[in-house]
């Protein structure tokens, strides 16, 4: 038995396990050329990630010259995916010091689960690619319940406890979508100031804030 405060302990993928920004860049970028716009930069790039693929290719279309709808959006979206699809795990790495955390979690006998807006398939490829997948107990995407229910919806918090059996869970993200799905499902949630951020970090309204993944043991345990 285990005496940590949380049985489940549910993380996001892009910005929170992984740093994926060098991957999304240049897919963003192959369907922003195929529109006429300019590229953007990985540090723009980073502000649009959090809402899965076809968000961050709104966001990018709207700084680059305003939205494009219908048809003509779809496309790019297929665009986007088929580049990075053949391309999830060329540059992107776990964050400094998340193998070590998962690994210190997993010795207290707490299940791992993953609850990204990354479309499910897409997940599961990343995961697999990296040679992750085996640690995790659970892994949601923003698809598997259907898009209206992606974070910060709280249905994919839900689920992740039902499908690990319930139990107490905490929420580790770094995107207001995973501090409002951990509020709407009324659970805690630890963000981290390393992410992508859609707010500066400090005002995503996160119960603790950590800066390396060394803290997040300290920062669960404080929590619980
Ligand atoms: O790919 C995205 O934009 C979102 O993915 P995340 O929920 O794992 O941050
Ligand atoms: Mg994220």
Do not use: W
């Amino acid at each position: 038995m285990t005496n940590f405060p949380f049985r489940i302990v549910g993380f996001d993928l892009d910005g929170t396990l992984v740093d994926s920004a060098l991957d999304l860049c240049p897919a963003v970028n192959v369907a922003l050329r195929a529109e006429g716009r300019p590229e953007v930069s990985l540090d723009v790039t980073r502000g649009l990630i959090g809402g899965g693929a076809r968000r961050m290719l709104e966001r990018a279309l709207e700084v680059t010259g305003g939205p494009v709808h219908g048809a003509r959006f779809e496309q790019l979206v297929g665009v986007l995916l088929e580049h990075y699809t053949a391309n999830i795990a060329k540059g992107t790495v776990p964050y400094p010091g998340c193998l070590a955390a998962l690994d210190d979690l997993a010795a207290r006998g707490v299940l791992l689960a993953v609850v990204t807006n990354k479309a499910e398939d897409l997940a599961l490829k990343l995961l697999a690619e990296l040679g992750l997948t085996h640690r995790f107990a659970s892994i949601v995407g923003g698809d598997t319940l259907g898009r209206e229910r992606a974070k910060p919806a709280p249905d994919l918090i839900h689920e992740t406890v039902g499908r690990c059996g319930g139990g107490s869970f905490a929420m580790v993200g770094d995107s207001t979508f995973d501090v409002l799905a951990a509020r709407n499902a009324g659970m805690p949630v630890v963000a981290l100031s390393f992410g992508y951020h859609d707010v500066p970090p400090a005002e995503l309204g996160a119960d603790l804030l950590i800066d390396h993944f060394d803290q997040l043991v300290g920062a669960l345990q404080a929590l619980g």
